[in-house]
Nanobody, 123 residues
Framework: QVQLVESGGGSVQAGGSLRLSCAAS???????MGWFRQAPGKEREGLAV???????TYAPSVAGRFIISQDNAKVTLYLQLNNLKVEDTAMYYC??????????????????WGQGTQVTVSS
């Protein structure tokens, strides 16, 4: 059974940084994992994804500010959030799927989801 548990969210002032973590269990070795977010009244959007080969994709809105990474054992996924803006305020979700070669930011490509961690950025 696949489980994803996010942590690391919180409140920060604009320009600040946070690091989100996602502890994964039950995934096969070949997989892809990613970070998504959803603000109130908006669609869930893909931010950054990585597969077990190390290939990465970023949304243009966060490229250069957010960095996705994994630990060597590939059981923990991270998202470093830098230069945060008020518009980054949202619930952030970790997602995973076993189709490692279908790398993309579309939420339909991911079958497993965490419960989310809230990020609030104030001006």
């Amino acid at each position: 059974q696949v489980q994803l548990v996010e942590s690391g969210g919180g409140s920060v002032q604009a320009g600040g940084s946070l690091r989100l973590s996602c502890a994964a269990s039950g995934l096969p070795y070949r997989n892809k994992m990613g970070w998504f977010r959803q603000a109130p009244g908006k669609e869930r959007e893909g931010l950054a994804v990585i597969n077990s080969d190390g290939r990465q994709t970023y949304a243009p809105s966060v490229a250069g500010r957010f960095i996705i990474s994994q630990d060597n054992a590939k059981v923990t996924l991270y998202l470093q959030l830098n230069n945060l803006k008020v518009e980054d305020t949202a619930m952030y979700y970790c997602a995973a799927d076993v189709r490692a070669d279908r790398l993309g930011l579309d939420r339909s490509l991911y079958n497993y989801w965490g419960q989310g961690t809230q990020v609030t950025v104030s001006s």
